[in-house]
């Protein structure tokens, strides 16, 4: 029976990018930057409504009060799609930073664009990061908030991986707080196809200042808070953090 569900939840999800990208794109790029993002946001409050309908996946926020006025920078864990759709309803208007790539895939990639995403490019990550510094200040300067999974990529309930300091870097440098969000996606949307039923947990953080502070201390204290959360709300053990890879030695 799940498998069906998720069946007919991924037939209404494509359909939805298709008859979305078809409506949404001609519209979009004649509208002011907040009113796409409103427009298209239609679309992600359907993916939510269709996965609650067709899975049976719900969710439950605590701290919702906790999102600031104004713009910020949102550091949450990555462990599914899901997060993806929903953090664009919790704070908006927002950028992501994402994977270079997915700004190619037709209607998709088209529609995201005109949110003005910050893309990575992997294969050079020295000019990725400072692209990613440099556009994440400037749309925080632009009144946008910018979302960052600091891990980097999708990491499965029960794994762990060492968060880096991009995201609260900006934030440093355009004086905005962060916002830490954390939860249990992939136990309901996980790296396998079928969707598990269920209600899962989203816990909002309250915003921590960035003025003054060096961005290695907010790392731990962001790190810390959304590692302690992820005990409390996920029914995966936590594991220890990997080791530091060993710093290389310079040539003799």
């Known amino acids: 029976m799940k498998a069906i569900r998720t069946l007919l939840f991924y037939a209404g999800y494509f359909l939805a990018i298709f008859v979305s990208g078809l409506l949404m794109l001609p519209i979009g790029l004649m509208l002011p930057l907040r009113a796409r993002f409103k427009l298209f946001n239609c679309h992600n409050r359907f993916i939510m409504k ?20 104004g713009p910020c920078v949102v550091l949450a ?3 599914s799609e899901w997060e993806t759709v929903f953090l664009q309803l919790l704070k908006t208007p927002i950028c992501t930073v994402l994977k270079k790539e997915l700004l190619s895939i037709p209607l998709f990639g088209w529609g995201v664009r005109l949110l003005k995403p910050i893309p990575l490019d992997r294969s050079r990550p020295s000019n990725a990061m400072r692209q990613v510094l440099s556009h994440g200040k400037q749309r925080l300067e632009e009144g946008l908030s910018v979302l960052i999974f600091p891990e980097g990529t999708r990491v499965a309930p029960g794994e762990r991986r060492r968060f880096n300091k991009s995201g609260i870097v900006i934030a440093c440098r355009a004086g905005v707080p962060v916002l830490p969000v954390a939860h249990n996606a992939g136990e309901h949307w996980g790296r396998h196809w079928i969707k598990q039923p269920g209600t899962l947990n989203v816990v909002v953080g309250e915003p921590i200042e960035t003025t003054g502070r060096k961005p290695e201390a907010i790392l731990e204290e962001v790190e810390r808070w959304i590692e302690q959360t992820l005990g409390e709300i996920s029914d995966v053990p936590r594991p220890p953090l990997p080791e530091k890879a060993p710093a290389a030695r310079a040539p003799s």
């Open 77 to 79: 864990n990555h462990q």
């Open 50 to 69: 269709w996965l609650s309908l067709t899975c049976a996946i719900r969710y439950r926020i605590q701290g919702r009060e906790n999102v600031p006025e």
